[in-house]
């Protein structure tokens, strides 16, 4: 009868043991595929911001540099057609 109660014992243990292992693992595996899915989340909103900040960039570039050409090129190039003008002059 002792052996019996301590075979139960025992067998009763391994089986919380491995409960406990599979629900530790469980766990474990969880947290790992949280944490991938929040990291590539993490990436995938950098990447976009990054994306978003070049097209601004480049979208004011334009902007600034048609202002440029279209505002102050006619002006521009008259004044330096002017100084050359009087640089030959002075010549």
């Known amino acids: 009868m002792v052996l019996v109660s301590v075979v139960a014992t025992a067998a009763a243990v391994v089986v919380v043991v491995v409960v406990v292992v599979v629900v530790v693992v469980v766990v474990v595996v969880v947290v ?3 944490v991938v899915i929040v990291a590539v989340v993490v990436v995938v909103v950098v990447v976009e911001v990054a994306v978003l900040v070049v097209v601004v960039v480049v ?3 334009v902007v600034v540099v048609v202002v440029v050409v279209v505002v102050v090129g006619p002006t521009a ?3 330096i057609r002017n100084v050359l003008s009087i640089d ?3 010549i």
């Open 32 to 34: 790992v595929v949280v």
């Open 59 to 61: 979208v004011v570039v």
């Open 77 to 79: 190039g008259s004044s």
């Open 88 to 90: 030959i002059t002075l």
